[in-house]
C-alpha cells in the first residue's frame, strides 16, 4: 500500500509533537515526508532523526545558516516552508502566527490538502481565504478541536444549513475568580490552563478568551457562517467540544476527553476513523457537564473579538495583531494582564476603517500595526 506522505508544519510546536505521537503509532499507513521548526534545533535535530522526512525546513533565517543534519534535503526562511509542502498529499499546519497564511495561500492554489491548526490563518485570511478555498475546492480540515467538533457535526448534513454554532469553552484558568482578581493576574497565573495542553501564547490566549473570540472569526470563515449565528458556550469540563442546532432544534454535539490527539488523528483519518491511543471517555466518571454564559466584563477580549467579527473582515486582523503585540508586551512583564485587551480596544479605534484588498497587502498592515502598537506601549522598541 502507498503511504500517504505528511508534511508536518511547526513540528517542533504542541500541535506539532502531538501530530508526530499520532503518527509514531501509524507509520505503516503515513510516511512523515516534511517537517518544519523555527528555533528550536535540538529537538528538530532529533525528530529529524527519528522520522527520516525527505525535506526539513528551518524557517528562522540565522538559525538554518547553522543547522546541519544528515540524509535529509534542507530549505530555509518562508521559502521553505511552502517548497517543503510540494509532494505532499496532507499539510498539517501547526505554525503559530501570520507566518502561516503565504503557506496557506501556496497550499489552496496547488490544490494540496491542509489539516489547519494556525487560527491565524483564517483569521488574517478572512473572506481572501474563504473565497480562495471555493474557487480552488482544495480540501481544508480543521484542527483546532471546536472546529473539527463542528465540522463533524456538520457532515452528514449538507442539506441542511446550520441555525446556531454553539461554540464551547473552558473559560480558561479565570472562569471562576472575581474581576478584581482577575485584574492582578500574573503570568504564571495566566499560563496554567486547567484543561488543555498548549503552546504559552495559545494558552494566555485561553486566560483572556482571546482564544475563543479567534475561534469565532476562524468559525465564521471556515464554514462560511453569519457571526450572529455564533453562540459562546462556557463548558468548563471541555468535554462537548462544541455543537450545531439545526432547523428542527435538533442539536448535534461532538464529544471526547480534551487531547488535541483527537481532532489530530481524526483529521490524518478522514473521511475514515482510526483506533488511536487517546482516552476513552467514561460519562459515568464524568457525572455531569457544566454550561454558562460568558462573562464579557470579566473577559473584555471576548467582547472586542465579537465586534471585530461583525465588521468586514479586516477589524479581525487589527484584533489579531494587536492581540500579539499585547502578549509579548505581558509576557515580558512591559504591560499588566489586564491591559491586554485595552492595547486591543486601543488598536482597534486607531485603525478603524483599514482594509486590506489582497493576501500581498494583508502583511504590510500586519507589520503597521505591530509596529505602532510597540512604539506606544514600548516607545524604546522604535529607537
Ligand atoms: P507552539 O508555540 O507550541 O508552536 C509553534 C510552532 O511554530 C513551533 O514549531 C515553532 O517553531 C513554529 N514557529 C514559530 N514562529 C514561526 C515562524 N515565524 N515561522 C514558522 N514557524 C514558526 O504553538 P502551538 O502548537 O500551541 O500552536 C500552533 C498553532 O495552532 C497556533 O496558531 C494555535 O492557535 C493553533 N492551535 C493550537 C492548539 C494547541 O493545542 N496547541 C489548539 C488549536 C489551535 P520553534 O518551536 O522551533 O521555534
Ligand atoms: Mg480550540
Known amino acids: 500500500m502507498r503511504r500517504k506522505k505528511i508534511a508536518v508544519l511547526g513540528a517542533t510546536g504542541s500541535i506539532g509533537t502531538s501530530t508526530l505521537a499520532v503518527l509514531r ?4 499507513e503515513y510516511e512523515v515526508y516534511a517537517l518544519s521548526a523555527h528555533r528550536n534545533m535540538a529537538l528538530f535535530a532529533e525528530q529529524i532523526r527519528e522520522f527520516a522526512p525527505k525535506a526539513a525546513a528551518v524557517t528562522d533565517e540565522q538559525c538554518a545558516k547553522d ?5 535529509v534535503e534542507l530549505f530555509a526562511g518562508e521559502k521553505g516552508l511552502i517548497q517543503i509542502c510540494d509532494g505532499a498529499d496532507l499539510v498539517i499546519l501547526g505554525v503559530v502566527g501570520v507566518a502561516g497564511l503565504p503557506v496557506f495561500e501556496h497550499c489552496l492554489r496547488s490544490g494540496i490538502p491542509v489539516a ?7 483569521v488574517y485570511g478572512g473572506r481572501l481565504a474563504r473565497d480562495l478555498m471555493e474557487q480552488t ?38 472562569r471562576t475568580w472575581p474581576l478584581e482578581r482577575i485584574q492582578q493576574a500574573t503570568l504564571e497565573q495566566a499560563l496554567r490552563h486547567p484543561n488543555w495542553s498548549m503552546g504559552a501564547k495559545i494558552t494566555i ?26 453562540t459562546v458556550v462556557v463548558h468548563p469540563e471541555s468535554i462537548v467540544h462544541s ?13 471526547g476527553v480534551p487531547d488535541m490527539k483527537l481532532p489530530i488523528a481524526y483529521a490524518l483519518g478522514h473521511p475514515g476513523r482510526r483506533k488511536n491511543s487517546v482516552e476513552k471517555l467514561d460519562f459515568f466518571q464524568i457525572g455531569a457537564l457544566h454550561f454558562e454564559q460568558p462573562d464579557l466584563k470579566k473577559f473584555p ?19 489579531n495583531a494587536s492581540n500579539d503585540v499585547a502578549v509579548e508586551l505581558f509576557r515580558t512583564g512591559a504591560i499588566t494582564f489586564w491591559q491586554i485587551s485595552e492595547v486591543i480596544s486601543q488598536a482597534m479605534d486607531h485603525f478603524a476603517g483599514v482594509r486590506a484588498k489582497s493576501f500581498d497587502e494583508i502583511y504590510g498592515i500586519n507589520e503597521r500595526i505591530k509596529a505602532y ?11
Open 116 to 122: 489547519l491548526a494556525t487560527k491565524e490563518a483564517m
Open 67 to 71: 543547522f546541519r543534519a544528515e540524509g
Open 25 to 28: 503509532d501509524l507509520q505503516e
Open 373 to 383: 502598537v510597540r512604539q506606544r506601549h514600548l516607545p524604546q522598541a522604535g529607537k
Open 301 to 319: 477580549c471576548l467582547a472586542l473579538a465579537m465586534q471585530a467579527t461583525r465588521g468586514d473582515g479586516s477589524a479581525q486582523m487589527i484584533f
Open 243 to 255: 455543537a450545531v442546532r439545526f432547523a428542527d432544534n435538533s442539536v448535534m454535539a461532538q464529544l
Open 205 to 230: 490566549d485561553s486566560a483572556t478568551m482571546a482564544n475563543k473570540g479567534l475561534e469565532i472569526m476562524e468559525t465564521r470563515w471556515m464554514f462560511d457562517i453569519a457571526p450572529e449565528k455564533i
Open 137 to 174: 475546492g482544495t480540501p481544508v480540515l480543521p484542527l483546532d478541536s471546536e472546529l473539527s467538533a463542528i465540522f463533524q457535526c456538520l457532515k452528514g448534513n449538507e442539506m441542511c444549513p446550520p441555525e446556531e454554532i454553539l461554540l464551547t469553552a473552558s473559560g480558561g484558568p479565570f
